[in-house]
């Protein structure tokens, strides 16, 4: 279980909070779906134990900033409205959060603990001392800003999300769903996410580059539940012996039903989009070193050979 603690205080973006913490949410109901247990456990501390958010909304039952991290978990800055003066006013809620941060995050940031930030609480952490050197992005409105405050950070512009080693920094609002997905992947699996991902209608999700997407995820933006069964059936178990009848029986529909669906709200043929995912983890998996035959085992095809037919194709696309 990874303990994920969100760093709430006064005036915090909703939406920085509630976005990734819906995600980590929807992956722990899919892994139980799965008949797997729970992996996120999510804590909301800070100095106060009431603050009103961004929008007005009060946010109570916050725990008190522990003294002590468990062995495993990440803790999440969030955003608040304004300029950097604004955000980083010298009131004693975000004096207390900057010491915690400082005295009990930072010494123990490292593979099992990692700092989120979303949108403005990368300057929330600069100004806390923990962005050092590493690479890391903040809103578009505000790297200025950053670079005067973390001089010896690699700030990046033009990015969704920055990961380097613990520090993981995503741009905007909306920036920390990628990021919380992106994690999710990692930690549960492509389906898991893809699945996420499926109720929180954000099929397009996007990577640290940004030009990269995972292919569970790509050919999802509709909304068609026979559609949307299929995808589910083929990205959880890709390896399976797709037939046309199989593939329909998924759907509840015929065949022939099937492909004229596929054709207007994915574009593809079923077997041309069981293919697509299959490829799209093959690629993955070699990306990650794995050895042809472990990358067509993996992602289903019965042979390299028949995986390097797949990437031939895909080639002469």
Known sequence: MIDVFFLVLPDSLLLDLAGPAEAFRLANQQLRHAGRGPTFRMRYVGPLPEVDSSVGLSLSKIEALPNELPARCWVVVLGRPGSAPEVLRRQRPWLAARDWLARVVAPRLGDETKLLTVCVGALLAADAGLVGTRCVTTHHELLDELVRLAPAAR???????????????????????????????????????????????????RGPQDTQRS???????????????????????????????????????????????????????????????????????????????DAAQLAGFDSPRRLRQALQRQRAE
């Open 155 to 205: 700030v990046q512009a033009n990015r969704v999300f920055v990961e380097d080693g613990p520090l993981l920094s995503s741009a905007g609002i909306t920036a920390g769903i990628d990021l919380a997905l992106h994690l999710i992947t990692r930690e549960c699996g492509p389906a898991i996410a893809s699945a996420a991902a499926q109720v929180m209608v954000a099929f397009t999700r």
């Open 215 to 293: 292919p569970l995820l790509a050919h999802r933006d509709h909304l068609h539940p026979a559609v949307h069964r299929v995808q589910d059936a083929v990205c959880a178990a890709p390896a399976t012996d797709w037939t046309a009848q199989r593939l329909a029986a998924a759907a509840h529909v015929t065949p022939r039903h099937l492909a004229r669906l596929f054709h207007t709200h994915v574009r593809l043929s079923p077997r041309a989009y069981v293919e697509h995912v299959r490829r799209g983890l093959a690629q993955h998996a070699l990306a990650g070193g794995a050895s042809n035959a």
